[in-house]
């Protein structure tokens, strides 16, 4: 990407980095003040050409209005220029007849990727604590999640069962397939004995082709000759399907996936 240095403080900037000091330039000046476009041109010393397509870019977002000539902050803070948008996405989602018993990982990390946000504080973080009461634990092992000859893979959800009396979840990492990660790869866990996986690639992204790990999962076990961790296809409301990059059902997605026990 060309970039450029700044003779007067030395920052690098390039085309990204550009766009969002112009964003940051813009907002500030209308933050407490509405402004008209010929006054954002002095205060911003902005081209009228990239400032046209700043204003027009925020407007759209949401993260301005437009009144009169008058160009004002639509809000004090990100979650709040974009809240309305968010909400709206979400009404869309639980609207869904997927949506009518529990909640679904990728659609709403389908509308929170749209605008970045982090999902820290409505997602469990993916590192677990070994419950207090249980006994001293023999031994761990990984299980990996597998996905083979899938088309135009967008997004995913994997429902898994496990006797929490014989082991306890300890991590779970992405894997290597859809090159994804927090907060677009997710994990939680309803109840003591079901892990909830699902990950989703972000705007208009092409969908993954081929074979490859979703993720990989460390348990810890209390009991020799455990019965190994399952996909089901339902529980608790939570299923396990796979989503193509026009978010339509991806058919037989279950027989599809596999979970391997893999050290």
């Given at each position: 990407?060309?970039?450029?240095?700044?003779?007067?403080?030395?920052?690098?900037?390039?085309?990204?980095?550009?766009?969002?000091?112009?964003?940051?330039?813009?907002?500030?000046?209308?933050?407490?003040?509405?402004?008209?476009?010929?006054?954002l041109?002095?205060?911003?010393?902005?081209?009228?050409?990239?400032?046209?397509?700043?204003?027009?870019?925020?407007?759209?977002?949401?993260?301005?209005?437009?009144?009169?000539?008058?160009?004002?902050?639509?809000?004090?803070?990100?979650?709040?220029?974009?809240?309305?948008?968010?909400?709206?996405?979400?009404?869309?989602?639980?609207?869904?007849?997927?949506?009518?018993?529990?909640?679904?990982?990728?659609?709403?990390?389908?509308?929170?990727?749209?605008?970045?946000?982090?999902?820290?504080?409505?997602?469990?973080?993916?590192?677990?604590?070994?419950?207090?009461?249980?006994?001293?634990?023999?031994?761990?092992?990984?299980?990996?999640?597998?996905?083979?000859?899938?088309s135009?893979?967008?997004?995913?959800?994997?429902?898994?069962?496990?006797?929490?009396?014989?082991?306890?979840?300890?991590?779970?990492?992405?894997?290597?397939?859809?090159?994804?990660?927090?907060?677009?790869?997710?994990?939680?866990?309803?109840?003591?004995?079901?892990?909830?996986?699902?990950?989703?690639?972000?705007?208009?992204?092409?969908?993954?082709?081929?074979?490859?790990?979703?993720?990989?999962?460390?348990?810890?076990?209390?009991?020799?000759?455990?019965?190994?961790?399952?996909?089901?296809?339902?529980?608790?409301?939570?299923?396990?399907?796979?989503?193509?990059?026009?978010?339509?059902?991806?058919?037989?997605?279950q027989?599809?996936?596999?979970?391997?026990?893999?050290?």
């Amino acid at each position: 990407m060309p970039q450029i240095t700044c003779p007067n403080c030395g920052t690098t900037i390039n085309l990204e980095n550009r766009r969002a000091l112009d964003f940051k330039l813009i907002r500030s000046a209308t933050d407490k003040t509405p402004r008209t476009f010929t006054e954002l041109l002095h205060i911003t010393k902005l081209s009228r050409k990239t400032l046209n397509l700043r204003l027009k870019e925020l407007c759209a977002e949401g993260i301005l209005l437009k009144n009169d000539g008058m160009y004002s902050s639509n809000g004090a803070s990100e979650f709040g220029n974009n809240g309305g948008n968010i909400m709206n996405n979400l009404s869309r989602v639980f609207a869904n007849k997927k949506m009518t018993t529990g909640l679904v990982l990728v659609a709403i990390l389908a509308c929170f990727s749209a605008s970045g946000y982090v999902m820290a504080m409505m997602i469990a973080p993916t590192t677990y604590v070994q419950p207090a009461l249980k006994p001293a634990a023999l031994g761990t092992f990984t299980v990996a999640l597998n996905i083979t000859n899938v088309s135009d893979l967008y997004g995913w959800q994997a429902a898994i069962s496990f006797n929490p009396n014989q082991m306890s979840l300890q991590v779970t990492r992405p894997g290597n397939f859809m090159s994804v990660d927090f907060p677009y790869f997710v994990a939680s866990m309803p109840s003591d004995d079901f892990l909830l996986l699902g990950a989703t690639l972000k705007g208009n992204a092409v969908g993954v082709t081929g074979s490859g790990t979703l993720a990989t999962i460390v348990f810890e076990y209390y009991v020799t000759g455990y019965t190994p961790p399952s996909i089901v296809n339902e529980k608790a409301g939570f299923s396990t399907f796979l989503e193509d990059s026009s978010l339509s059902t991806i058919p037989g997605g279950q027989t599809l996936l596999t979970l391997n026990v893999v050290g």
